[in-house]
């Protein structure tokens, strides 16, 4: 009898030994680090937005008045996120723009912070705070992207001619 139950014993503890953790991957192939990672890459500026949810101050950022043809990248993990071609003055004093480039490359979070009600947006792929999305803008979309600049990385289109 005892020794069936140390038998038993001993598969029970065979198997559990057998059950190794897999390794942590993400399907989507998005960016996973650290809150420790992302604070030794980015700026002090560039995590106070992209991962404390912070704004900069209107009318400071580098891209607000920015008006050369390329794409807008996430400043933190480099995912296309809008077009020139999207973006229009709102006067807001931040980047607007009327669309992402691909639906799926922003995430639409509802956000009740400061006694508002927001759509938060973010970079699908790493999650890093963007800005928000307003239903006041311009046609096609009567959205306004709301983006910080601080979150964004600029680069001319290569076959963008000028005369
Ligand atoms: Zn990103």
Known sequence: MS???ITLLILITLS???QTPKSVMNKNNNTVKTEEQWKQELTAEQYNVLRNCGTEPPF???YYKHDEQ????CAACGARLFSSDSKYNSGSGWPSFYEAMDKKAVTEVV???????RIEIKCASCNSHLGHVFPDGPQPTGLRFCVNSTSLDFKKSSESKKD
């Open 3 to 5: 020794n069936l139950l």
């Open 16 to 18: 559990l030994a057998g």
């Open 60 to 62: 400071t950022g580098k």
């Open 70 to 73: 390329g794409i807008y990248y």
């Open 111 to 117: 956000d009740n912070s400061f006694g508002m009600k």
